[in-house]
T-cell receptor, first 113, second 112 residues
Framework: NAGVTQTPKFQVLKTGQSMTLQCAQDMNHEYMSWYRQDPGMGLRLIHYSVGAGITDQGEVPNGYNVSRSTTEDFPLRLLSAAPSQTSVYFC????????????FGPGTRLTVT | GNSVTQMEGPVTLSEEAFLTINCTYTATGYPSLFWYVQYPGEGLQLLLKATKADDKGSNKGFEATYRKETTSFHLEKGSVQVSDSAVYFCALRRAGDYKLSFGAGTTVTVRA
């Protein structure tokens, strides 16, 4: 049982490039989400999904796309990277929509130059 | 809207000292309240939670009580260890919401 896995761990992009951050969970969790963590700002929700085929926006969705074609996977796409997207990105999952406990992945550190 | 305000850090303590991290919130209704901990280089882990007023969450020697009258959920530990060095996040979920709102985090360093 690997829990929540994220790839890559580190990534450097140039402004304007696109990429996909991968997230997978093997716990059959219904709920998945993406956060970004910036110094002094805590975690901010980017997008979330309450089940396969259903996604919705969080606090800071601009510049990011998501899809949820399977229960296990929830990739985050950066369409055209900007320096403001330099951050640490965390994927999380929860067995229910009540979010009594979220399980976090180890994070992806992204730098956009 | 919902918001969480945490005590600013960083906090540096000696081993066996008493730790308090203040957390206050703004939300309508009766939100669920959480403390998450992030150890160096890792993702966040749930430390404890409380879902209604006067509930006390506890885990690993940490405690926090849901105080509706003061809209607070302060984290306490009576005797910290070096292994408690981490970033601590207070968070809330409003009833019916599918989202957590996090505080800014408090960095705690415990020295031997």
């Amino acid at each position: 049982n690997a829990g929540v896995t994220q790839t890559p761990k580190f990534q450097v992009l140039k402004t304007g490039q696109s990429m996909t951050l991968q997230c997978a969970q093997d716990m059959n969790h219904e709920y998945m989400s993406w956060y970004r963590q910036d110094p002094g700002m805590g975690l901010r929700l980017i997008h979330y999904s309450v089940g396969a085929g259903i996604t919705d926006q969080g606090e800071v969705p601009n510049g990011y796309n998501v899809s949820r074609s399977t229960t296990e996977d929830f990739p985050l796409r950066l369409l055209s990277a900007a320096p403001s997207q330099t951050s640490v990105y965390f994927c999380a999952s929860s067995p229910d929509r009540g979010l009594d406990e979220q399980y976090f992945g180890p994070g992806t550190r992204l730098t956009v130059t | 809207g919902n918001s969480v305000t945490q005590m600013e850090g960083p906090v540096t303590l000696s081993e066996e000292a008493f730790l308090t991290i203040n957390c206050t919130y703004t939300a309508t209704g009766y939100p669920s309240l959480f403390w998450y901990v992030q150890y160096p280089g890792e993702g966040l882990q749930l430390l404890l939670k409380a879902t209604k007023a006067d509930d006390k969450g506890s885990n690993k020697g940490f405690e926090a009580t849901y105080r509706k009258e003061t809209t607070s959920f302060h984290l306490e530990k009576g005797s910290v260890q070096v292994s408690d060095s981490a970033v601590y996040f207070c968070a809330l979920r409003r009833a019916g919401d599918y989202k957590l709102s996090f505080g800014a985090g408090t960095t705690v360093t415990v020295r031997a």
